[in-house]
T-cell receptor, first 113, second 110 residues
Framework: NAGVMQNPRHLVRRRGQEARLRCSPV?????VYWYRQLPEEGLKFMVY????????ESGMPKERFSAEFPKEGPSILRIQQVVRGDSAAYFC???????????FGSGTQLSVL | GENVEQHPSTLSVQEGDSAVIKCTYS??????FPWYKQELGKRPQLIID?????GEKKDQRIAVTLNKTAKHFSLHITETQPEDSAVYFC?????????FGSGTKLNVKP
């Protein structure tokens, strides 16, 4: 019974490149959340998705950031033209549905050189 | 939207003592309050949670209390051990969004 799987664990990009972060939720979970965490700080909400739908993207910058959760395959958080300020840990979490518990993946540490 | 505040930001206790971490929330519509423990470089792990129709919940050395009227909830750890050292986050669920506190770094000194 695998938990939330994120890959890669570490991702290094140069300024201007694209970063693609993947998240496979717990089997049977249809709700996915993405959070960003800076060192010594809390978890900042970015986006909430259900299969094929973005439910709430109010925490995600309007430029350069996008997210999807297709019918088949993992959820993807995509950051275009990365800048140094995008360096952070990005955590994905999943839930089986409304009013259910939230479980986190191990995160992707993005470093922008 | 919801606003969750957490105190203290750091807490240092002697092994065997109790530790208490407090959180407040702003929206009375929030109905579920989980607590997560995050060790350095690892994922946040759910350690205990409480729903809005319950005032207190206990699981071995960990307990959570909720005061809906005052909109605050607390994590209590008794008989602390060095392995309890970590960052603890409270959260409030509001219309299927989870809002997190800023975290408390707990250091248990042996």
């Amino acid at each position: 019974n695998a938990g939330v799987m994120q890959n890669p664990r570490h991702l290094v990009r140069r300024r201007g490149q694209e970063a693609r972060l993947r998240c496979s939720p717990v089997k049977g979970h249809s709700h996915v959340y993405w959070y960003r965490q800076l060192p010594e700080e809390g978890l900042k909400f970015m986006v909430y998705l259900q299969k094929e739908n973005i439910i709430d993207e109010s925490g995600m910058p309007k430029e350069r950031f996008s997210a999807e959760f297709p019918k088949e395959g993992p959820s993807i958080l995509r950051i275009q033209q990365v800048v140094r300020g995008d360096s952070a840990a990005y955590f994905c979490a999943s839930s089986p549905g409304r009013n259910e518990k939230l479980f986190f993946g191990s995160g992707t540490q993005l470093s922008v050189l | 939207g919801e606003n969750v505040e957490q105190h203290p930001s750091t807490l240092s206790v002697q092994e065997g003592d109790s530790a208490v971490i407090k959180c407040t929330y702003s929206d009375s519509a929030s109905n579920y309050f989980p607590w997560y423990k995050q060790e350095l470089g690892k994922r946040p792990q759910l350690i205990i949670d409480i729903r809005s129709n319950v005032g207190e919940k206990k699981d071995q050395r960990i307990a959570v209390t909720l005061n809906k009227t005052a909109k605050h909830f607390s994590l209590h750890i008794t008989e602390t051990q060095p392995e309890d050292s970590a960052v603890y986050f409270c959260a409030a669920r509001n219309f299927n969004k989870f809002y997190f506190g800023s975290g408390t770094k707990l250091n248990v000194k042996p």
